[in-house]
């Protein structure tokens, strides 16, 4: 008797889990990849049409500010998946490829998923395309909570069935042969998720390879005639990605499920508009850099019957939100002692709450970082000169830097900034391949990214020389906060805590710095 009690018991409880949940949303995200804030309708597109992108913002919300959490690809999931900062677990740069990533690159096993949230409360999980924040045994998708993972590991994938140099494409950790455009292959394995569910609710994870290099050939660009060059290739990969999202969609009405599903879409940061040929206008930059055009991307949010259909909404927002507000949209309360950096963006684009979801925004990438506080945004690119300030509200492509004519608003958020850096934790690898790594990830000290060539490290020693003479005012030899070009960096050059950097202290922190590149236009 006893042991036929334990055999039922857990059917049981299963049962009782479905049947709280049948109820429930489903979920579905989007996530494109490379994606330039211009680059669909909604947001001023005219050379490629994006109807069912379109439709989500139609039907639901566009979000005029909606960011991403980094400018490059890793990060920036790591964060959706998380529903922080994903600097506060030491995720901060892209891996490279997977061959030579540090062994510590992933999103750590105590840091729990969506998926793993969600399918914990009765929810099935699939997720179709590029997971890239884990490629060691345990940080893979089937085994952070996803059911079912049909794509690829890493950070880029050919989109041409058997091209060689690429790796593999895996259904649930082993390797499955393609014979399809990717992002064909990508929407069936998503329409045949849904389809495979019942009497249950579903988190969908649908995150595109596309728009990301390689500029493959594809089946659509063809139909392109007032388009040539590298965006004609462009344009017939984003009419697959839309086509796609129109599969799925058009998958969730044939079931008479779109009141009951909870739809997001949005970039994981801006276009690489070099590689691509995407689109950031009225933005400055593009991936890689924390100017508008590198972390503000295209963002839209549908639920039918809950969500104002045809809403704009001008209030900052950011890619961890969709985390937050799946959750909310669940049921799910986040436990007071994990709490989230994202907020539930439903009673925002309701109106029963007038504030802003954000007063304060934040990146960071090694040295580089921004921070938004209200309207006003701090951005520093030392690639770029000295830290910058704009108000958004009134600049919105980020020309006019007011750093030197509101020094005291530019202090304030330094401080504000340096107060939030505070509290995240130091990056756990650096981006790695044949550069500055063997394969199997071991770091070369003597690769050719820290190599380098005699004359070289000697220019690079002579400008950190003659830029420490022009800061040094009263010619003392050492410098003090109020005399450092980059005054959020300080703490970090002054590594015996008197209050002064030293030349040999500068020389040294940029000497460690040059094992890591300023920007990542890889994967």
């Known amino acids: 008797m006893r042991l036929a009690i334990c055999r039922i018991l857990p059917l049981l409880l299963c049962i009782a889990v479905t049947a709280s949940a049948a109820d429930k949303p489903s979920i579905i995200i989007f996530l494109a990849d490379d994606l330039g804030y211009a680059d669909i309708g909604v947001n001023g ?14 039907n639901g919300v566009r979000f005029t500010d909606g960011y991403a959490t980094h400018c490059v690809c890793s990060p ?18 892209n891996s490279g490829p997977e061959r030579f990533a540090d062994p510590n690159f ?23 395309g590029k997971w890239h924040i884990g490629f060691r045994e345990g940080l893979r998708p089937h085994e952070r909570g996803f059911d079912f993972h049909f794509g690829f590991l890493s950070g880029a994938h050919s989109y041409l069935p058997g091209k060689r140099g690429t790796d593999s494409i895996v259904r649930n950790g082993e390797p499955v042969a393609t014979r399809k455009y990717l992002t064909d292959a990508f929407a069936d394995k998503a329409v045949e998720f849904i389809d495979g569910v019942h009497d249950r609710p579903y988190l969908l994870y649908f995150p595109f ?10 089946p659509y660009q063809d139909t392109f005639t007032d388009v040539s060059g590298k965006r004609k290739i462009f344009a017939g990969m984003l009419t697959a990605l839309d086509t796609a999202v129109g599969r799925v969609m058009s998958k969730v009405r044939e079931r008479g499920e779109e009141d009951n599903t909870l739809v997001f879409f949005y970039s994981d940061n801006g276009g690489p508009t070099s590689d ?4 950031n206008e009225p933005l400055r930059g593009y991936k890689t850099q924390f100017f508008e055009g590198g972390i503000r991307v295209p963002f839209a ?17 950011m890619g961890f939100d969709v985390h937050a507000t799946a959750l909310s949209a669940s049921g799910i309360s986040i436990p007071g002692d994990r709490p989230l950096d994202g907020v539930d963006l439903l009673p925002y684009v309701k109106g029963e709450n007038q504030a802003r979801p954000h007063e304060q925004l934040f990146w960071r990438a090694g040295e580089k970082h921004a921070a938004r506080v209200g309207d006003w945004k701090l951005v520093v690119e030392p690639n770029q000169g000295e830290p910058m300030l704009f108000n958004l509200a009134h600049d919105i492509g980020e020309q006019n830097d ?26 756990k690898w650096i981006r790695q391949d044949q550069r500055n790594a063997s394969e199997g990830g071991q770091a070369r000290s003597e690769g050719r990214a820290m190599r380098g060539t005699a004359k070289g490290a000697a220019r690079t020693a002579g400008r950190i020389e003659e830029a420490f003479k022009a800061a040094d ?14 005054r959020s960096i300080f703490d970090q050059v002054d590594t015996d805590k008197d209050g002064f950097a030293t030349f040999e202290e500068v020389r040294a922190f940029y000497q460690n710095r040059r094992v890591q590149p300023a920007t990542e236009p890889r994967p």
């Not at 390879?209 to 594809?218: F, L, Q, T, Y």
Request: aromatic letters at 8%; charged letters at 20%; a positive charge.
């Open 45 to 58: 597109c005219r050379d490629i049409p994006t109807p069912n992108i379109d439709s989500i913002a139609n």
């Open 76 to 93: 920036s999931r790591a964060g959706l998946m998380s529903g922080l900062y994903q600097h506060r677990f030491g995720f901060e740069h």
């Open 106 to 128: 992933g999103m750590p096993r105590e840091i729990p998923t969506l998926a793993e949230k969600l399918k914990a409360h009765g929810y099935a999980t699939g997720m179709v």
């Open 209 to 218: 390879n596309a728009v990301h290099s390689p500029m493959d050939i594809n």
């Open 276 to 279: 691509n040929s995407s689109r």
């Open 301 to 317: 949010m549908q639920w039918k019957g809950r969500v104002p259909a045809g809403l704009t909404y001008s209030h900052p927002v």
């Open 402 to 427: 007011l750093s030197k004519v509101m020094p005291d608003r530019m202090q304030e958020i330094i401080t504000i900034y340096e107060t939030w850096n505070q509290q995240m934790k130091p990056a």
């Open 473 to 486: 005012r009263n010619s003392d030899g050492k410098l003090t906060r109020e005399e450092y070009p980059l």
